[in-house]
């Protein structure tokens, strides 16, 4: 496996209002976590990996800043954000959106699984498995932050899926779970406790069509999962105090923080 220096995914979406709000956060601290760790990772001269529609939640436009104030000349835009876009992503983008996409990221269009005759209900989902495990497969290292626990596309949650993905490969994992959701899940598992939202029963009971899934053999079962996560090393050069500190810090300076130590220790 041949992983492209300096290319470190960060991997975030929202969990819930109501569990931020328990929290005392809001989607504000989260989308601030994204684009702080971003502006760390550009200010380092690494690249930012990214999985997600560019157009969504004003993320391109943040980024697009970031990178007018963290250019370099030795390294053209195209090269400091590589956009990974799964083909559900890929087939709803109009050409001209394709296009302009290409102006400021280097983009790797990952093909359909199953050809168009022979789609499925699985489909889309292991379009995006698809997508992740090719990602996971250049990455120097991968964040993930919040993300939501249920009501997604395959049988676990994207976060989830990233994360075993990426510890399943030995590449190095950064867990900022202080901010719930997903993430929280996946450092819950990594510290030894098997989270109930990463069970096939809570699954089952919050996704609609989630039979649809298992039938068609769509992602890892929960014994891989839990065979992976439960107790796993995930490589970020942290140690015990500073891993549990970042699994559960609700402060963004100190998450940010602690993720450049591990970075730095890591020599990414």
């Not at 504000?28 to 971003?38: G, K, M, Q, W």
């Not at 000349?73 to 109009?94: C, E, G, N």
């Not at 609609?208 to 890892?220: F, I, K, N, S, W």
């Not at 998450?255 to 450049?260: C, D, E, G, H, S």
């Amino acid at each position: 496996m041949t992983r492209l220096q300096g290319l470190i995914a960060i991997s975030v979406s929202e969990p819930s209002e109501e569990e931020l709000g328990r929290l005392g956060l809001s989607k504000d601290h989260v989308r601030h976590a994204f684009i702080e760790l971003c502006r760390q990772v550009l200010a380092r001269g690494a690249s930012v990996g990214y999985g997600g529609d560019l157009r969504s939640g004003g993320y391109s436009q943040a980024l697009l800043a970031l990178l007018r104030t963290y250019s370099r000349p030795d390294r053209p835009a195209q090269s400091r954000i590589r956009q990974y876009l799964a083909w559900p992503v890929r087939a709803a983008l109009t050409n001209e959106d394709a296009e302009a996409l290409a102006v400021f990221t280097t983009v790797v269009e990952v093909p359909p699984i199953d050809p168009p005759d022979a789609r499925d209900s699985g489909s889309p989902a292991r379009d995006y498995t698809a997508m992740r495990e090719v990602m996971t497969s250049d990455l120097a290292t991968r964040v993930v932050v919040g993300g939501r626990t249920a009501g997604q596309t395959g049988r676990w949650p994207g976060v989830v899926e990233e994360a075993y993905l990426a510890v399943r490969a030995g590449c190095p994992l950064f867990v900022a779970g202080g901010l719930g959701g997903a993430a929280a899940c996946v450092a819950c598992a990594l510290s030894g406790d098997w989270p109930v939202e990463l069970t096939t029963r809570f699954q089952s009971q919050h996704n609609r069509g989630y039979d649809a899934l298992l039938a068609a053999g769509v992602g890892p079962d929960e014994e891989d999962l839990r065979r992976v996560l439960l107790g796993a090393e995930p490589r970020d050069g942290l140690g015990y105090e500073d891993r549990q500190a970042l699994h559960g810090t609700t402060d963004l300076d100190h998450l940010v923080a602690l993720i450049l130590r591990g970075l730095v220790r890591l020599k990414v």
